[in-house]
């Protein structure tokens, strides 16, 4: 079977094909051949031939005549004919066969005819090949087969325009790009990477300038056309390319953007421009994705529906008056007002042709259609919107409607608002590849090329190792093949030739290069062996992938005719292949950077060389610069669409070196990089940078150099740059499965692996769009770029936000990540992107606000109910990320906003709107959500001042809301767990919010405090809740004092006052109670009764729910406690008023006085233990001060209570001691008691001591039991209290008998108040005086009384006892009784320094003539007396010796009738003085007040005391005959004064008597006992002395 080998040739007129060789002896080709004939007489000749080593030879010929071929426009079945050995020739054709031989060949031969074309397109197509042919283009004329269809064979290279055919868009992809003459700012690269560092031209300037004046004044008149064609603005041919152009004045220098921009500035100007007119929106209504957000924001609401209806109807309209043209909205309506717009340039079409004149008059009357009905109808509602779910039309890249609630306007910031008016309505709702019928025909076409032979599936070389006997150089690297044999590979197929490394790179496909190759070279039946090589290819590929064509022919909604029409233009232009291509190409080397230095100066002096097919030029050499500038322009032919630009940048060297060099390798120079761009991926006119690549793997390359490339292609003027065509496709590709096949859900490839990412569409798709790039040239970046446009505008369908990250993050990753190759920077790559730099910026921006403005929403647009949506979230932040890090790595910018605080922000004017939603809709929402009754009339849902029903209820929603936001929210957003928790965000927004209203709330109602206090309360504690739970921790109120207690300050104060009320209240009605019960213990325990305990149970209730407020700020609980230490002294102060004003009643009965002194002392320990609760020595120290008061009031109260139960015990106690003192009297005996008489002593004590021990016994043991102990303390000071008073008064102290000793007392007692102590005394007749015996058992006594009182340390404390004043008093007195006269008078002397004038007034001078000032401190003198004092100490005996002058009286007081005879009598008081002078008298004067007496005494004191124990005593008299005299005055001098003067001059005013303090006054009594004691006498005497009467007083 292996012997044959065959091929098959046909031949017809004198045209040959041949197919490919097949082995085996059933072969089979499956091979379409397509012949034009021009006669019918002759026949088609198959010949069937085996191929051989040297020759080949005939197995046998088919000759069929042409008319017996029948006609069909299907594929048949084919028939079978037997092959013939020899041919029958007639006039040299060859008319038959004969010899038939064994092998049979099935051929389908036919001949197609156009059986059913419409009339309509048939004179189409006629008038379309007439205008072509009146060209007279003879390279276009058309080829007829006879009877055929007659077909535009050259279809891929013409677009049939001119000014009738199709319509003159003046704003069409191309159009403007060949009539103006300004270069437009495509890049297109050859090379999938070669592009990576490109520069857009300044030249955009002008384009945007040429248009822009023109159509300013149209403005005012066509308001609403430019809203209805802002939606459908082609972005054919603007600087940012089309798909999403993302910015207003994207779409390709439609005047109506540029107008827009003369109008009003720039895009900046948006707030001036939203006050500016109504007739310039830059997007009327709502293009956004939610499609009604900003309608309110708006004076007329016209959306987005209207604008699509209007685009409808227009269209139908259009039908009618012109055929099948393309349609298109873009020229401004002000045609018909005459506003033309000029063109600049030689050669431009007119204005506008005829075909263009139709539309605008079918335009123009649509437009007043449907402005009359709109005038009849309701003005604000455009006619056009259809009512129902459904209304009005949305543009194919609308959002879906998310949101079913009004939104509530969000994010505050205006600028956010209005860049996005400005923005996505050109930007998401217009893909003007959609709406441009030219540039789709004509890519469509183009799509059917690159599809139906494709790139990835041409025929690989057939290299073999080859030999080259003459210098050979590579193809793809241009290198020289090295060596003496076997230097490289050769295609045996095609025969080209490269290095063995380079086979891999060679792109060209071998089949189409063969058939290049052999027509070039005229050898036709090889050219005709490929062609039918390649028509095999197309065919199986037709076969194999039919679902590639139909969804190619779906997207661009071509008829099934139409389709098989164009496959078959489609697949002879790929046979024609290059064989009619011809191309001007125009290269501008313009300038490099950042080149290798390569000289030893560390420098280079590079050239560049650019070679197109065999031609090759060179720049002049640019001296010593790494970043040279060239501007040279070149103009090269070329005719072969395989061939490749090569431009190679070279350092010219001049030495030895490089001459050598020269000679190995026509090349001198060093090599410093090249770029190779491929010549079939030009198109239109580029400026671009590409990168310099290296040549073999050893060479050091870096840098780009800048290339501008105009390519003319033949056939091909007005074509749009491949970059446009591709948009075109994939934009178109994405709107058929999205929008038309998917109801607008975008269908997620599923893809695995590092390049998932490229992967935009399901495999067909993916392949169509593949191939086109790999045809063309289109970087895979410039796709994920235009599909990443095209995703934007469905960003917010489910899975998509996922998709967009990972294709930004590698878009970023693209352009960030520098490679070391090149040390452009990323921005500078990115500027030289194709996608165009700016319309990408703005694409991203515009995202970004979109994604801002629906994050803002994120409880809307995500909820947390659905996990779908909770994972788009998520990624909708990992795509701001994306956009952040694109800003920061990409386009460099220096502080992008960051990603975590845009997010943050958005989330705050999320929970902003939706703490305004839930507080408009409380009661409903709440009545939703707890099914409670929802009927409230509505103007009592909101918050109230007659009730707090509203609030309760919002702080459950917010609490809702929190708790959402912290378990489902906070897990999805954790990028950034540093900088944002949700759920921490969530309650320090909604507590803010929720601080302002409630303050707001609490502020109106202390203006009017409608509710109960209660209820402020319970509010109170529902605030404080939600914020220890919620607010209290976080990091903006850690430690920072909250501000919610100050609201409801006034509120707890009002409770607090009430609360006083009740509280009194209360302790009235527990006081009652307990009186009822007469104050009954409460237990046998406690010692008091229970209102004491109901008091503090109630208060401390009171305290317990202000302790519960947890209040903390410290200044409120201040205010709260001191206002409660009122109540709290209020209620105690009233229990002991009550109970001291009803005590003495109580004092009769057995133990109530001491359960009643307990309640007191129960007080006092309630009060400490409530002081301790309200926080001790941490408490406000006023309330402090306040509670510390009372507690010092309530000790006073318990020691007037047990004074006045102490005092209801002195009746008894003073029987008691008088039985006492009887007993005492009994006692006889001596003062010096003998050894042996002690115990009797103690035995006569005791008897004493009975009658009071037999009434203490039985009270203090039921003290004991029932007293508290401190109670009974106090109650045992009392009593010990009364009984040593009882004791002194009775016992010691005697009563006074004699009249002097009665008056003096009595004038005694009344200056020191002791007046009932002496009446006491008076009621005693018989004089008593205690003996020495009697004195030391009264002492035994006191001792015995001390320990019963201490009763082993449960009583009195011994030192409290030791040191109580009414013991000492009582044991001083005892004490006097047993001292000697002189000591007692001694003890007074030197005790009492006071008994004149309060022992003031005395004066003293140096001697009697020296007059002193005016005595002080002396109120009302009787007189004065002067004295001179000596005083002498002798040296040898020590005694001392007093001389005494008085020198006179003054001033004396006195007032009497007869005779006045002054004297002054001086007397020395002191110990000792019973053996000496004591008294001295003056001669008296008459009748002189101011007498002079000049006489000196002298008086011996002795040596045993010093002078401070005598006092002299100076008394001054009225002299009276026979009876007593007066006294004047008195004066005391104590010696002591005078002691270091020595000698002076006194001068002492005269009181009326002598005053003196107890110790004096118990002397007095005691030395009054001592009636037989001369000196006792005589002291008593002179010290109760007292000025006499004044006659007429």
Known sequence: PDKFNTYVTLKVQNVKSTTVAVRGDEPCWEQDFMFEISRLDLGLIVEVWNKGLIWDTLVGTVWIALKAIHQSDEEGPGEWSTLEAEVVMKHDEICGTKNPTPHKILLDTRFELPFDIPEEEARYWTRKLEQINSLGDDEYAFQEEVQKKPLPSAASQCSFEDADSAVDDRDSDYRSETSNSIPPPYHTTAQPNASVHQFTVPSRLQQQGVLRESCADSLQNYDLDYREHIAISPAGSSRYGSSCNVSQGSSHLSELDHSHESAHGSEQDDDHQERESNHSYHSSGSYQKDGQAWLREQEEPHGKEEEEKVCETEEKCADHSAAKLPLELEKPKDVDAGAQVSYHGDNEPPPFPPARAHWIRAISKVRLQLQEGQDEADPSKPPWLKGGP??????????????????????????????????????????????????????????????????SCTTPHNFEVWTATTPTYCYECEGLLWGIARQGMRCGECGVKCHEKCQDLLNADCLQRAAEKSSKHGAEDRTQNFIMAMKDRMKIRERNKPEIFDLIRDVFCESKLTHAQQMKTVKQSVLDGTSKWSAKITITVVCAQGLQAKDKTGSSDPYVTVQVGKTKKRTKTIFGNLN?????????????????????????DDDIKSRVKQRLKRESDDFLGQTIIEVRTLSGEMDVWYNLEKRTDKSAVSGAIRLQISVEIKGEEKVAPYHIQYTCLHENLFHHLTDVQGNGVVKIPDAK?????????????????????????IESIYQAMTHFACLSSKYMCPGVPAVMSTLLANINAYYAHT??????????????????????????????????????????????????????????VDLLTSITFFRMKVQELQSPPRASQVVKDCVKACLNSTYEYIFNNCHELYSREYQTDPDLPPEEQGPSIRNLDFWPKLITLIVSIIEEDKNSYTPVLNQFPQELAVGKISAEVMWSLFAQDMKYATEEHEKHRLCKSADYMNLHFKVKWLYNEYVRDLPAFKGKVPEYPAWFEQFVMQWLDENEDVSLEFLHGALERDKKDGFQQTSEHALFSCSVVDVFTQLNQSFEIIKKLECPDPVVVAHYNRRFAKTIGKVLMQYADILSKSFQSYCSKEKLPCILMNNIQQLRVQLEKMFEAMGGKELDAEASDHLKELQVKLNNVLDELSAVFGNSFQTRIDECVKQMSDIL?????????????????????????????????????????VCEKTVLKRVLKELWRVVMNTMEKLIVLPPLTDHTGTQLIFSAAKELGH???????????????????????????????????HAGGNGLKKTFLEKSPDLQSLRYALSLYTQTTDTLIKTFVQTQTAQVHDGKGIRFTANEDVLPDKGSGVDDPVGEVSIQIDLYTHPGTGEHKVTVKVVAANDLKWQTSGMFRPFVEITMIGPHQSDKKRKFTTKSKSNNWAPKYNETFHFILGNEDGPDAYELQVCVKDYCFAREDRVLGIAVMQLRDIVDKGSCACWCPLGRRIHMDETGLTVLRILSQRTNDEVAREFVKLKSESRSMEEGT
């Open 390 to 455: 459904a209304g009005g039309l949305y543009g194919i890249d609308s959002m879906p409607d998310l949101r079913k609630k009004k939104p509530i306007p969000l994010v505050s910031d205006l600028s956010l608002v209005q860049s996005r008016k400005a923005g996505i309505t050109s930007a998401m709702a217009t893909r003007t590849s959609l709406k441009d019928e030219e540039l789709k025909s004509h890519v469509y076409k183009k799509t059917l090329q690159a599809l139906i032979y494709p790139i």
């Open 628 to 652: 040279p500038v060239w501007e040279e322009k070149f103009y090269f032919e070329c005719h072969n669409s395989s061939d490749r630009i090569k431009v190679r940048v070279w350092d010219e």
């Open 753 to 777: 692996g590092d390049d998932a990412w490229k992967v935009y569409f399901d495999e067909t798709a993916q392949e169509i769009v593949d191939e086109f790039a790999m045809r063309y040239g």
């Open 819 to 876: 490679t070391a190759s090149t040390n452009v920077s990323a921005s500078d790559r990115f500027a030289a992107s194709n996608f165009g730099k700016e319309r990408f910026v703005k694409l991203l921006d515009q995202l970004h606000n979109s994604l801002r403005i629906d994050l803002s929403m994120y409880r809307n647009n995500f909820p947390a109910s659905s996990r779908e949506r909770l994972q788009d979230l998520k990624s909708t």
């Open 1225 to 1265: 009297c009994q006692v006889k005996g001596t003062g010096n008691v003998a050894a042996n008489a002690r115990n009797t002593v103690a035995q006569d004590a005791d008897n004493v001591l009975r009658p009071l021990m037999d009434f203490l016994d039985g009270n203090l043991t039921l003290f004991a039991t």
């Open 1315 to 1349: 007046l009932s102590k002496l009446k006491d005394h008076m009621v005693r007749e018989e004089t008593r005086s205690l003996t020495p015996k009697q004195c030391a058992v009264l002492d035994l006594a006191l001792d015995t009384i001390k320990q019963y009182f």
